[in-house]
């Protein structure tokens, strides 16, 4: 494994299954065109350069190109050993033909893909065993090794009733290794966390430099239930993936609102003094956190992989840290 991806800036969380995640992990949703088509030339040569930057996570989800993401990764695991690598599939939306299908795509929600699948929002135990059996054949596996319920944001009480008893049963059989969920909010996850016996949560843009909001709920309940956290969408959409952040980016897929802008432009300006780059900052800051076993990036192409895990390379120095909470930027871990 590389340095790059094998780089710790923080202790493990607690658990094997954190341990087997490791620091980076490669979120796949752009090999379901996110955005737009990911050339064929282009997309085979994602996951081998994972694989050679040392990653062994790889994260998923129907949702993510109407099941397009799933198929190319499944494709493109195939001839690796099955047991070096992990996978984290979602459940919560179960792919069904459209019958309306009319030559759209999928864009309006963000995939770039033929909206011949429709999803079904279904939380219950059905919907979790349909989906699970979708997703195993989409990704040509005979396991799943985590399993996260996929922001169930207006439907907890759905899944905590159908949902997360059904995942226990799943792990119990052997048919996968954890379960989970995943939001973009901290409130539900802290809720889960205290009420079912999940192994890990994914939290997504709210343990960021620009948002450390889930620190507040989230990560000490996990802390205390012995629960992994996985930190995703950790450069907020793009706005803190470039050296000198833009306001033509993007902040949790909107326009960036001036007083962020101007937060992250005062972090670079901090990071640059220090030799240090925003993206590097963005990176390991959530891996800082006890709780946090693992941060997942997005990328579209092999470079931009080896970019992301070369982030990990060089622990951010401890003054960089130090001068961010000085100046109100970051808040102190406690």
């Keep these: 494994m590389s340095a790059a991806a094998s780089a710790r800036v923080a202790p493990a969380a607690p658990g094997s299954v954190a341990a087997g995640l490791g620091a980076l992990g490669y979120g796949v949703a752009a090999l379901g065109n996110l955005y737009q088509a990911v050339p064929d ?20 989800a129907p949702h993510y190109g109407l099941g397009l993401a799933e198929e190319r990764l499944g494709a493109a695991l195939a001839g690796l050993p099955r047991d ?8 919560g939306r179960v792919l069904e033909p459209n019958p309306d299908y009319a030559g759209e795509t999928d864009i309006q929600n963000l995939f770039d893909v033929p909206a011949t699948r429709r999803r079904v929002l279904d939380y219950s135990r059905d919907g979790v065993l349909r989906s699970l059996e979708g997703s195993l054949e989409r990704l040509g596996l005979d396991r799943i090794d985590l ?5 169930p944001d207006d439907h907890v009480e759905e899944a905590l009733a159908g949902a997360f008893p059904a995942l226990d049963e799943l792990k119990s059989q052997g048919v996968i ?10 409130a539900a996850l802290t809720r889960f966390v205290r009420e ?20 507040a709920d989230l990560l000490p309940a996990a802390l205390e239930r012995g629960v992994a956290v996985i930190a995703a969408a950790v450069f907020n959409s793009g706005l803190l993936a470039t050296d000198r952040p833009s306001a033509s980016g993007r902040f949790d897929y909107g326009t960036v609102p001036a007083p962020v802008l101007a937060r992250a432009e005062r972090m670079a300006d901090v990071a640059s003094r220090h030799g240090v780059r925003l993206p590097e900052l963005a990176a390991q800051f959530p891996l800082r956190h006890p709780a946090v076993s693992t941060v997942v990036l ?17 622990p951010v120095p401890d003054v960089v840290w130090a001068e961010l909470e000085g100046e109100g930027l970051l808040e102190a871990i406690l």
Excluded at 41 to 60: H, K, L, N, S, T
Excluded at 177 to 186: E, F, H, L, P
């Design 41 to 60: 030339a282009v997309w085979p040569g994602c996951v081998p350069a994972a694989w050679e930057a040392g990653i062994r996570y790889f994260d998923v």
């Design 196 to 215: 079912t016996d999940l192994d890990v949560v994914m939290l997504a843009g709210r343990y960021t430099l620009l948002d450390q909001s889930g620190a």
């Design 84 to 91: 070096e690598f992990v996978v984290s599939t979602k459940v």
């Design 298 to 314: 997005g990328a579209a192409t092999p470079e931009q992989i080896s970019a992301n895990a070369a982030l990990l390379g060089t």
């Design 177 to 186: 290794g954890a379960y989970g969920a995943g939001m973009n909010q901290s």
């Design 147 to 151: 399993l996260l319920v996929h922001d």
